[in-house]
């Protein structure tokens, strides 16, 4: 179970169901003990952060494609459950507070694209693009897909297995230092 996941459906669970409880938002944390984690022995659950970002409306309005005023702004990210408030730069950026209940939000692309939908698609005026583009497959993308179909056709069955990876996988980013004593070696890997 990867870590982070089941902390975000923690989090989310929690704070939706708070609100029915007897005493509303009301959260108790709970302290969990790991001491096979050595970089954190003890976490403590949910933690239910806050995140604040800032945008500026003229990158908002940029690549929204309208013109809004930093406030409609503020009160466009307010229906998307993103409170937000206009900073004293002449009303050109906006703090936006990212709650426990919106994982989604992982950048600014990603306010941009709730303003958009706050303000509504069909509101915003069509445009030609700038750039006339051809969407076409990568040479190398190509041409391992004819290789991949040569050796079918010849009677090869092709298997793509996903249990080699590197030390750094098994040790670090899974947190068990241990796992690296028991991982099996190839000896002649290729680079």
Request: glycine share 4%.
């Amino acid at each position: 179970t990867d870590l982070v996941k089941a902390q975000v459906v923690l989090d989310t669970i929690v704070a939706m169901f708070s609100e029915y409880c007897a005493q509303p938002f009301l959260i108790e944390s709970v302290e969990v003990s790991n001491p096979n984690d050595k970089v954190h022995p003890t976490r403590v659950y949910p933690t239910l952060e806050y995140r604040k970002e800032v945008v500026s409306r003229k990158k908002v309005n940029g690549i929204v494609g309208a013109d809004l005023e930093s406030t409609k702004i503020a009160s466009l990210l307010g229906k998307m459950s993103l409170n937000s408030s206009v900073l004293q730069d002449a009303g050109e950026s906006i703090e936006v507070t990212i709650p426990p209940t919106r994982h989604d939000v992982l950048h600014a692309c990603d306010i941009y694209e709730d303003v958009a939908i706050a303000y509504g698609y069909n509101n915003l005026t069509k445009t030609i693009p700038k750039l006339m583009t051809i969407g076409q497959q990568l040479p190398l993308n190509k041409l391992s897909d004819q290789l991949r179909e040569q050796i079918a056709q010849s009677g090869f069955t092709e298997a793509l297995s996903f249990s080699l990876c590197s030390k750094d996988d098994i040790s670090t980013k899974l947190c068990n230092p241990q796992a690296i004593n028991e991982a099996v070696k190839i000896s002649n890997p290729r680079p």
